[in-house]
């Protein structure tokens, strides 16, 4: 079964700074000290790790308080109705994977 959380799509403002600093994305994965790739992604809008996130925060030259501006919250989707599953999560299992309506969960 996938994780959907890993697949969000989410909108947020890394290229838009990477950009305005006249920055390669190569440029911004050495500094940052993670893979090419994960730029790519996190550019489209893919979910990643906190520590990731902290690390693209200072190669851009910004503080880790200001990851809401760079990283808008979760609630912030929800609100504009952004690719988030529509279904609420039943229960307090923790697990804070939801997967479609249809699929069954075993706790």
Not at 27 to 47: D, W
Not at 102 to 107: A, V
């Amino acid at each position: 079964m996938e994780n959907n959380r890993s697949r969000t799509i989410r909108k947020n403002r890394v290229r838009e700074l990477r950009e305005n600093r006249l920055m390669t994305q190569a440029q911004l994965a050495r500094k940052a000290k993670v893979a090419l790739r994960t730029i790519h992604s996190v550019e489209k809008g893919m979910n990643c790790r906190m520590d990731t996130k902290r690390k693209i925060l200072l190669a851009l030259g910004l503080r880790f308080e200001d990851k809401d501006q760079v990283f808008p919250p979760m609630s912030a989707y929800a609100d504009e109705g952004h690719h988030r599953d529509p279904m609420p999560s039943h229960g307090s299992h923790g697990s804070g994977n939801q997967g479609p309506p249809s699929t069954p969960h075993s706790f």
